[in-house]
Structures are given as C-alpha cells and as structure tokens.
C-alpha cells in the first residue's frame, strides 16, 4: 500500500510555525505518511517531520500584507512576489493527483493556493475572527470548496456556520504551538522575575527590539527586579541585535549570565540572548513584552499577561496591532511609544500580580482549549478513510 501523502501550504511566519507543528501531530494521527510544506512566504528548513517544498523565497513584509497594505504590497512586487505566485501555483498544478489532503494555514489566499492541488483540503484559519471582522462572501465561497474548516474561536465558527459553511468548528492551533518545548532553567536569582521580550521574526524585530530594551531597561530603573530574554527568531542574525543594542548603549557579554548564556547588559539591566523555542521560557515568564504576531498570542494562550508598545511607524502595523489587541482583549495592554512612559507602566504592572494573573485569565478564554493540532490531524485522518 502506498504513503499517504500529505501537504502544508502556510502564508506567514506565524502560521509555517503552526504548520511545522500540526506535521507533529499529523505523524501521530497518521502512522508511515509522507509530508511536505509549501511556504508561501518565507525560507522555513525541512524538519524530520515535514520536506520543505516547491518556490519560496524571504518576501519583505514577512506576509504582512492584509487590509490593503500598499506599501508591503508594493515592497513585496519588488522583491518578486508576482513572479513567486506564478511560479507556486505552476508548482501545485503540476502536483495535482500527487497529494491525498492539503491542508491551507493562514488566510483565505493560502487555501485559494492550496485548492489548486485538487486534492481533500483542510482549510485552517488563523487571520480573522469576528472580534474584529467576520469572513467576506468571497472568503465564504472559498471556504465552501474546503471538505473541513477550522476557525480562531466559537463565536466565527457559529458566525460561518450560520452563513453556510457546514463543516467548521473552532480550533486554534495557535494555542498547541508551544507545547512541546522543553523547559529551562535560567537561573534567575532572588526575587528576580523574567520578561521575555518578543521582537518578532519579520526584519523589522531589530529596531522593535531597541524599542523593548529601552522599555525593560526603563523598567528595571524605576526598581523593578526583572530579567530579560530577548528571543531571536529563526532565520534571523544575532549578531545584528547585538550590533543594534550596542548603538543603544548595550554590552555584548558572552558568557556573563548565571548558567553561561550570552547577555547584553546596561547599567544593572540585563537581557539574555535566546534562540531556542519561546515555550522554553513561557514557564518562567513574568510577562511578555512583544512586538510579535502569533507569538504574543501563544503567549496570551499560556495564561501569561502580553504588554506591546504603541510604535507603530506605519498604517499597517497600526492596524497589525490594533487587530491583535481586539483579538487578545484584556489579556494585553499598550504601553506608550516613550521609553520612560513605557517604563514606569510596565514597572506598575510588574507590581500588580493579581492584574497580571487576571490578564492571562483573559488570554486563555480568549485563545481558547487546546488540541486543535490533534483534531485537525484526525480530520485528516477521515479524509484519507483512515478512521
């Protein structure tokens, strides 16, 4: 009997991190099958699980081009968007009858890609929720053509459901992504409480994270007792947070830290320098000062309070975050774009544990259970008449 054959197609950097975990639960539910990942955007590696296939290519927005963001949209055409679309729909119409279920993560573009496969498609949604828009007819008719639907959360699910989408149900995957990451130990001293810093994984995270430390420093000068971890996504170069914090005032300390890590340090803040899984960390975490996307909200996911900085320099990360915010609710706050305003809100709500256990109550109630990784893999399984 031959493999069955699956395939990811992701669109973003959060949702190839989604798809490179649902391939975990994939082989779980599906014993001897063959995956591959389509990335839509970005350069994500193989992994054990999962064969990294067909056209891709680092576009500059990292997938950041929703709501008719003209400038990402006109910087990606630049950087060979239009050709890299031709060219990975040219790839799965040649892969038609090679796969027996795709399953599309991310936003409506991701499963009109995926559907050209021609193949059992699996459409998980990760872009809208009706906190902040509903799905469009035009989305719906997409959806239509999907044999299973998966939606942020209960409220979109009824919403589809009401309008004609039959298979659908709630499940975040993003609440499963941190799951299986190991715990560390970072020996944090005293009464020391960890803020894991989240610059994001677009190239943008390098000056977002001159902006963090700034705020965490600020923070800890008004007498918070706190240690940072700045996460360093993959695909992106250390050394260039390093060079930028420097241009800040921050010493690169290579083997300072309790345990050997590398650190930056100014003054009596310090920031240690993480590249490993953001899970790793999440046990420890006091509060998540981020600029990121599916990260924040992973975070939100583990009952930890999220905190991010009113910077935003464009139109469209504007909207980014203000989308996020009506997503996460009161599970996370904005801080001021002023380092020290930033500071001192942050330092006050460091103090506050019962605010900022209420938050991560919120954060869970509004991520949702987890274990949708698992159903959407049985999904997948009935698809292929497994089950």
Same mark, same amino acid.
């Given at each position: 009997?031959?493999?069955?054959?699956?395939?990811?197609?992701?669109?973003?950097? #959060?949702?190839?991190?989604?798809? $490179?975990? %649902?391939?975990?639960?994939?082989?779980?539910?599906?014993?001897?099958?063959?995956?591959?990942?389509?990335?839509?955007?970005?350069?994500?590696?193989?992994?054990?699980?999962?064969?990294?296939?067909?056209?891709?290519?680092?576009?500059?927005?990292?997938?950041?081009?929703?709501?008719?963001?003209? &400038?990402?949209?006109?910087?990606?055409?630049?950087?060979?968007?239009?050709?890299?679309?031709?060219?990975?729909?040219?790839?799965?119409?040649?892969?038609?009858?090679?796969?027996?279920?795709?399953?599309?993560?991310?936003?409506?573009?991701?499963?009109?890609?995926?559907?050209?496969?021609?193949?059992?498609?699996?459409?998980?949604?990760?872009?809208?929720?009706?906190?902040?828009?509903?799905?469009?007819?035009?989305?719906?008719?997409?959806?239509?053509? @999907?044999?299973?639907?998966?939606? &942020?959360?209960?409220?979109?699910?009824?919403?589809?459901?009401?309008? #004609?989408?039959?298979?659908?149900?709630?499940?975040?995957?993003?609440?499963?992504?941190?799951?299986?990451?190991?715990?560390?130990?970072?020996?944090?001293?005293?009464?020391? !409480?960890?803020?894991? %810093?989240? =610059?994001?994984? &677009?190239?943008?995270?390098?000056? !977002?994270?001159?902006?963090?430390?700034? @705020?965490?420093?600020?923070?800890?000068?008004?007498?918070?007792?706190?240690? #940072?971890?700045?996460?360093?996504?993959?695909?992106?170069?250390?050394? $260039?947070?390093? !060079?930028?914090?420097?241009?800040?005032?921050?010493?690169?300390?290579?083997?300072?830290?309790?345990?050997?890590? /590398?650190?930056?340090?100014? *003054?009596?803040?310090?920031?240690?320098?993480?590249?490993?899984?953001? #899970?790793?960390?999440?046990?420890?975490?006091?509060?998540?000062?981020? $600029?990121? *996307?599916?990260?924040?909200?992973?975070?939100? /996911?583990?009952?930890?309070?999220?905190?991010?900085?009113?910077?935003?320099?464009?139109?469209? !990360?504007?909207?980014?975050?203000?989308?996020?915010?009506?997503?996460?609710?009161?599970?996370?706050?904005?801080?001021?774009?002023? =380092?020290?305003? /930033?500071?001192?809100?942050?330092?006050?709500?460091?103090?506050?544990?019962?605010?900022?256990?209420?938050?991560?109550?919120?954060?869970?109630?509004?991520?949702?259970?987890? *274990?949708?990784?698992?159903?959407? @893999?049985?999904?997948?399984?009935?698809?292929?008449?497994?089950?």
């Amino acid at each position: 009997m031959n493999k069955a054959r699956v395939l990811l197609v992701s669109n973003g950097n #959060g949702e190839a991190a989604i798809a $490179q975990r %649902l391939a975990i639960a994939l082989h779980e539910a599906i014993p001897g099958i063959a995956l591959d990942h389509l990335p839509l955007v970005g350069e994500p590696q193989s992994t054990a699980e999962a064969r990294v296939v067909g056209p891709r290519a680092a576009l500059p927005s990292g997938g950041l081009i929703a709501m008719f963001n003209l &400038r990402n949209i006109v910087d990606d055409i630049g950087g060979g968007l239009i050709g890299l679309t031709i060219r990975q729909f040219h790839f799965l119409k040649k892969a038609r009858d090679s796969y027996d279920v795709v399953i599309a993560v991310g936003d409506i573009f991701a499963l009109i890609v995926a559907l050209q496969a021609r193949a059992c498609t699996i459409f998980v949604g990760t872009a809208k929720s009706v906190s902040v828009a509903r799905y469009g007819a035009m989305e719906l008719r997409a959806m239509r053509k @999907a044999a299973y639907v998966f939606v &942020r959360d209960r409220a979109t699910a009824e919403d589809c459901r009401a309008r #004609g989408i039959e298979a659908v149900e709630a499940g975040n995957a993003i609440v499963d992504l941190h799951d299986r990451d190991f715990v560390v130990d970072l020996h944090l001293a005293g009464d020391d !409480e960890l803020v894991l %810093l989240l =610059p994001g994984s &677009r190239a943008g995270a390098y000056h !977002e994270a001159s902006v963090l430390c700034a @705020a965490f420093a600020a923070a800890r000068a008004r007498g918070a007792h706190i240690v #940072g971890a700045l996460s360093v996504a993959p695909r992106l170069d250390a050394r $260039q947070f390093v !060079e930028r914090l420097a241009a800040d005032g921050w010493r690169y300390d290579e083997r300072g830290g309790a345990d050997g890590r /590398a650190q930056l340090v100014r *003054g009596d803040a310090r920031v240690l320098l993480w590249s490993g899984g953001v #899970g790793a960390l999440l046990a420890h975490a006091a509060l998540v000062l981020g $600029q990121a *996307g599916t990260a924040n909200e992973a975070a939100a /996911a583990a009952g930890i309070a999220v905190a991010a900085i009113d910077d935003g320099r464009t139109r469209a !990360e504007r909207w980014y975050r203000m989308r996020q915010r009506a997503l996460l609710g009161d599970a996370m706050t904005m801080l001021p774009s002023d =380092p020290e305003r /930033a500071g001192e809100r942050l330092a006050a709500l460091l103090a506050d544990k019962a605010l900022r256990v209420r938050m991560g109550e919120i954060g869970r109630e509004r991520m949702g259970e987890p *274990g949708a990784t698992r159903r959407i @893999a049985e999904r997948a399984a009935l698809c292929l008449n497994l089950h």
